[in-house]
T-cell receptor
């Protein structure tokens, strides 16, 4: 049963804390993406990775970091430098860049 | 750079009535076009896509969309909606290879509200 999983479903962050959102895919896709969704704003690209051990900043990368050590995994860390982290975070993957993207179920991050 | 405009933030429709959700885009290069649906607190599900060929594309759940290059539009339609179609709908584009952008550019979404 192929797909994209994200965990946790809900995540709470304290002031000054770094938190990591998990994204795993078993679709054998090379490209993976992280988007941030705010109400009424659509989705905005945070980071993307075309291939293992390579990743690039998207439109709103400040305050975030990623790694791509394995093809199936693309974790996102929300650092303390991100001053407004409350949002719904969506991970996606595609066979390659400029190809159809498939999305995970999302993680909602809330600040305590 | 690309931009996507969804002209209506909310569209209320009675059940079994037809609906059209409007999407216009701007791009200096050719693009692929997509419609996604999002149910509350869930990820995005692909409804349909236009890559090439026939400008009328059919998707899941009885939806279809027509690509109009001259009007740079990709409007989504359904002839008869159901309560279960209540959701947020997103139009998105991505440039063809070499277009410079590497993620989808999304519109701000249209909330389709089905009234019984």
């Amino acid at each position: 049963d192929g797909g994209i999983t994200q965990s946790p479903k809900y995540l709470f962050r304290k002031e000054g804390q770094n938190v990591t959102l998990s994204c795993e895919q078993n679709l054998n896709h090379d490209a993976m993406y992280w988007y941030r969704q705010d109400p009424g704003q659509g989705l905005r690209l945070i980071y993307y990775s075309q291939i293992v051990n390579d990743f690039q900043k998207g439109d709103i990368a400040e305050g975030y970091s990623v790694s791509r050590e394995k093809k199936e995994s693309f974790p996102l860390t929300v650092t303390s430098a991100q001053k407004n982290p409350t949002a719904f975070y969506l991970c996606a993957s595609s066979p390659g860049l400029q190809e159809t993207q498939y999305f995970g179920p999302g993680t909602r991050l809330l600040v305590l | 750079a690309q931009s996507v405009t969804q002209l209506d933030s909310q569209v209320p429709v009675f059940e079994e009535a037809p609906v059209e959700l409007r999407c216009n885009y701007s791009s200096s290069v050719s693009v692929y076009l997509f419609w996604y649906v999002q149910y509350p607190n869930q990820g995005l599900q692909l409804l349909l896509k236009y890559l090439s060929g026939s400008t009328l594309v059919k998707g899941i759940n009885g939806f279809e969309a027509e690509f109009n290059k001259s009007q740079t539009s990709f409007h989504l339609r359904k002839p008869s909606v159901h309560i279960s179609d209540t959701a947020e709908y997103f139009c998105a584009v991505i440039p063809h290879s070499g277009g410079g952008a590497d993620g989808l550019t999304f519109g701000k979404g249209t909330h389709l509200i089905i009234q019984p």
